[in-house]
């Protein structure tokens, strides 16, 4: 079975600063992908950034980078240049690539942006 | 359609009461997913649909819940007899493809309130 842990509820972090947001994943597969997505208040989950198991580079999004270390298990979402819109929750998933189809999520960490 | 539409986007219902919530995918998406959302938490899956294959209902917490697909498009959840632990908001998600890659889009939610 595949688990996602976010041990980080809250977040804090000053306009303009980076801020690295945690995630780290339990499975089995060999193959399978993991996904950063945003909530805002309004309650549309936004896709971020997407890195497969077998990527040897980082993925990066524009100010979205995915530090992705594969022997521990982590896939941790840096944000640069935090702006005041990037308050929201933010979900760590993963899905396998042969098994099950459905992405499996994590607790979320709230990120407040302050100015 | 250009995203993922769901509906009503608000629902009040009555202990007891059966709701039918909507979700009308993107055009040509294959794949589609729904999940139930509880305050404060990451989405949990219920079930999963290829065309009109329901092909994953593993997540549905109890026989009261039923989800078709019947044309491979526009998909209904529907929630018989409901208990004040269904009050949560509900998301739809579809993709192009089957592919463990494949991003997953969702839509805003409806948010199931059972008193």
């Known amino acids: 079975a595949q688990k996602i842990t976010q041990t980080q509820p809250g977040m804090f972090v000053q306009e303009k600063e980076a801020v690295t947001l945690d995630c780290t994943y339990d499975?089995?597969?060999?193959?399978?992908?993991l996904f950063w997505y945003k909530q805002p208040s309004s309650g549309e989950m936004i896709f971020l950034i997407y890195q497969g198991s077998y990527d040897e580079q980082n993925a990066t999004e524009g100010r979205y980078s995915l530090n992705f270390q594969k022997a521990r298990k982590s896939a941790n979402l840096v944000i640069s240049a935090s702006q005041l819109g990037d308050s929201a929750m933010y979900f760590c998933?993963?899905?396998?690539?042969?098994?099950?189809?459905?992405?499996?999520f994590g607790s979320g960490t709230r990120l407040q942006v302050q100015p | 359609g250009a995203g993922v539409s769901q509906s009503p986007r608000y629902k009040v219902a009555k202990r007891g009461q059966d709701v039918a919530l909507r979700c009308d995918p993107i055009?040509?998406?294959?794949?589609l997913f729904w999940y139930q959302q509880a305050l404060g938490q990451g989405p949990e899956f219920l079930t999963y649909f290829q065309n009109e294959a329901q092909l994953d209902k593993s997540g549905l917490p109890s026989d009261r819940f039923f989800a078709e697909r019947p044309e491979g498009s526009v998909s209904t959840l529907k929630i018989q007899r409901t208990q004040q632990e269904d009050s949560a908001v509900y998301l739809c998600a579809s993709a192009f493809t089957d592919s463990g890659a494949n991003v997953l889009t969702f839509g805003a939610g409806s948010r199931l309130t059972v008193l």
């Open positions: 055009s040509g998406h294959v794949s």
């Open positions: 998933a993963m899905r396998d690539y042969t098994g099950r189809r459905a992405l499996t």
């Open positions: 499975t089995s597969d060999q193959s399978y992908g």
